[in-house]
């Protein structure tokens, strides 16, 4: 049987409910990961990542585009979290691994580096051996969205897998930097449906704002970090600087419990 069709009248892939449906299930961070790259629960952006796959980038013309969605990248047990609108049309939605094949990858990858939570400054593609360490990068939305802008029933639509991959890392998760303010909106009721207390009023996003969650029966006390999108637009007009996003991610890992470390770890 097709892989897009339901089995024993589960939503399959095709159907809206696929995330919802399936996310909760998800034993470990594998299946999940195998789970998400299945989905094709939007249309707008299913349509849109298999045509930019399909058109290409000049510069990429000799590329076979990954154009389905982007799972989570680190290890199952990383006790931070970097949270952020990341499949890019050419970047993610070519590469398959978050925030790789673009500037903005290239900047957050570099600041990883930077602070000893990643074993390389540059991610290029799958393959090329990047490891995280202790860290896992994580998005509110899987698919490349045209214009970067998922509409808000596409945001809600992914948000089960957010969901449970933040339930699956939470028996460590210590920290969680949200880049801008998308993942900021996109997190918040994650953290309220997964029992966490949240400050009345909600907290405003913003950079170096920073946020305590209690500890709960099933999870440590949360420490959420604002931090800019290391987008284009925000690096290139200086908006956000290296200097300010690794002051950031070095905080993440002290309160991670990963320690202070120099590039490469």
Known sequence: MDETEPAGGLPGPDDAGFPAHHAPRAAGMAELDGLVTRCRACPRLVAWREEVAAVKRAAFQDWDYWGRPVPGFGPADASVAVVGLAPAAHGGNRTGRMFTGDATGDFLFRALYEVGLASQPTSEHADDGLRLRGVRLVAPVHCAPPANKPTPRERDTCR???????????????????????????????????????????????????????????????????????SQRNTFTGRLTMPMLTDVLREAAVLGGLGPAGPGG
């Open 160 to 230: 089960p897998w957010l969901t449970r991959e933040l339930a699956l890392l939470n028996p460590g998760l210590r920290a969680i930097v949200v880049l801008g303010a998308f993942g900021w909106q996109a997190l918040l009721p994650v953290l309220a449906e997964s029992g966490r207390t949240l400050p009345r009023p909600r907290p405003v996003f913003g950079h170096g704002a920073h946020v305590v969650l209690p500890a709960t029966e099933h999870g440590h006390e949360l420490h959420l970090l604002g931090s800019y999108h290391a």
